[in-house]
């Protein structure tokens, strides 16, 4: 066997041992985000402005006896902003919770008086409570109004608003893939934030982990989606 010949077989068998040690490429792992998802429901939400204030003796005298009623009945004076008065009328409920104890009663309002105050530019308002089963004053209470209701309007819990450079995203879920929808938000009530805009009721969002997707992302949903008395639509 000539030399070159020699050398050409044993080239040839190093190439080949080389390539038995060579471990085949592997892929990179697919990225998948693990989620949990909400339903989108359609909720009556109330518009609320609360003061904080405290138990007063002093209302209209001609009705008012505390020796008579003291144990049935209590009038708390809440300062609210003159802007908020004008929206408010005799006899409207209002929530009141001690902040001592956290225990809650509805009364109504009773008085609004006429003067502001210059300091605080605010107005007292009265409001009675009677027959309150056992709640009482205790230290300062918070009184809470409903201005008005926003009616039927679509919610998502508030970890599914992501904020990103152009704006409020939701994402949608289909088929275990994440779809970035812009969207106008309202007002935020127990958790929930109002969807005035890009989000109908029916559709499954991204709650936990929503603010690592982007549009397109794959999930994997860790949980199910609970049952929605909102009306569904279609997710694009």
Known sequence: MSRSLFRTLLLALLVATAGCGKKAEQKPP????????????????????????????????????????????????????????????????????????????????????????????????????????????????RGEVTLEIHRNKPVVPEQSIVLRPAGAVVYSISDNVAHAHPVKTGIQRDGLVEILEGVEAGWTVAVDGASLLSDDAKVNVRNAVPATTGQKGDVP
Not at 54 to 70: F, G, H, N
């Open 30 to 141: 697919e990225n998948i985000t693990n989620i949990t998802t909400a339903q989108v429901v359609a909720r009556d939400l109330p518009v609320t402005e609360s003061a904080v204030g405290s138990e007063t003796w002093v209302s209209q005298a001609e009705t008012y006896d505390p020796t008579r009623d003291l144990a049935r009945r209590f009038y708390i004076r809440l300062p609210f902003p003159l802007d908020i008065v004008r929206r408010l009328r005799i006899g409207e409920p209002v929530t009141l919770t001690n902040f001592e104890d956290g225990k809650k009663t509805t009364g109504v309002i009773r008085e609004i008086r006429p003067a502001l105050s210059t300091m605080t530019q605010t107005v007292e308002v009265i409001a009675e409570v009677s027959n309150p089963a056992g709640w009482r004053p205790a230290g300062s209470v």
